[in-house]
């Protein structure tokens, strides 16, 4: 028997601890407010300065690209970056979330190609009050991906609980959602957008090139 799936691709890596470490540090450190800009109902979202947004390329793009080779692999012809390979990719926007007890990320998509979430802390607190949810909807500080209409047939949602140190990547346009927790804990994560692009990368902007797929900031350069 053949199985054939089809729908959004959602990539799951383990990154390295170290990696994670100074990203919390540096995200710490940011003062620019991002929240007015997001759907979430957060007090704190703090954007990445561009020198961060090198960094993060520098170091992170090992972990983007086994996604991005998937993505190229579609081989339906209706698939558009099977007919139309991208060439580029750049950067959109890099921010710290820290959510705090009673605080949710209502359904919404994001601008640019594809985003991500990497969880830099999650609380025990946050993962007991998931094992104790008696509830049908995703647990509390889950994060929940909705695709398509409601069919009892097929299952349209997918929940996951955060574990520290995983980043999750999947398209833009993909509906997601994070419920509250009640626990006087905070649950740190971070987001960013990326856009898939044909033409020359921005100048002095995290970008990743292809052909055979390589990211180039106005650094550094990295091949496959």
């Known amino acids: 028997?053949?199985?054939?799936?089809?729908?959004p691709v959602i990539g799951g890596a383990v990154i390295?601890?170290?990696?994670c470490?100074?990203?919390?540090?540096?995200?710490?450190?940011?003062?620019?407010?991002?929240?007015?800009?997001?759907?979430?109902?957060?007090?704190?979202?703090?954007?990445?300065?561009?020198?961060?947004k090198h960094w993060?390329?520098?170091?992170?793009?090992?972990?983007?690209?086994?996604?991005?080779?998937?993505i190229q692999d579609q081989h339906d012809p209706l698939f558009?970056?099977?007919?139309?390979?991208?060439?580029?990719?750049?950067?959109?926007?890099l921010w710290i979330n820290f959510m705090k007890a009673g605080e949710y990320n209502p359904p919404h998509t994001h601008s640019g190609s594809y985003s991500f979430v990497l969880f830099l802390q999650v609380p025990e607190e946050i993962k007991k009050?998931?094992?104790d949810f008696k509830g049908i909807g995703p647990g509390p500080g889950h994060i929940?991906?909705?695709?398509?209409?409601?069919?009892?047939?097929?299952?349209?949602?997918?929940?996951?609980?955060?574990?520290?140190?995983?980043?999750?990547i999947f398209p833009a346009s993909l509906?997601?959602?994070?419920?509250?927790?009640?626990?006087?804990?905070?649950?740190?994560?971070?987001?960013g957008n990326i856009l898939l692009t044909e033409g020359v990368g921005v100048k002095n902007t995290p970008t990743y090139e292809g052909g055979e797929l390589s990211f180039i900031t106005d650094k550094a350069e990295f091949n496959i």
């Open 80 to 93: 558009y970056y099977a007919v139309h390979p991208f060439k580029k990719c750049m950067i959109q926007n």
């Open 144 to 168: 929940r991906f909705k695709y398509g209409e409601e069919q009892p047939e097929i299952m349209t949602k997918h929940s996951i609980l955060p574990v520290a140190n995983e980043m999750w």
């Open 175 to 191: 509906y997601h959602s994070v419920p509250p927790f009640k626990s006087d804990v905070e649950r740190i994560s971070v987001s």
């Open 56 to 70: 993060f390329v520098e170091n992170f793009k090992q972990y983007f690209i086994p996604y991005f080779r998937k």
């Open 16 to 19: 390295s601890p170290v990696l």
């Open 129 to 131: 009050e998931s094992a």
């Open 1 to 7: 028997m053949r199985f054939i799936h089809f729908g």
């Open 21 to 52: 470490k100074e990203l919390l540090k540096r995200g710490r450190e940011t003062t620019v407010s991002h929240t007015k800009q997001l759907a979430g109902h957060l007090d704190k979202e703090n954007l990445y300065t561009d020198k961060d």
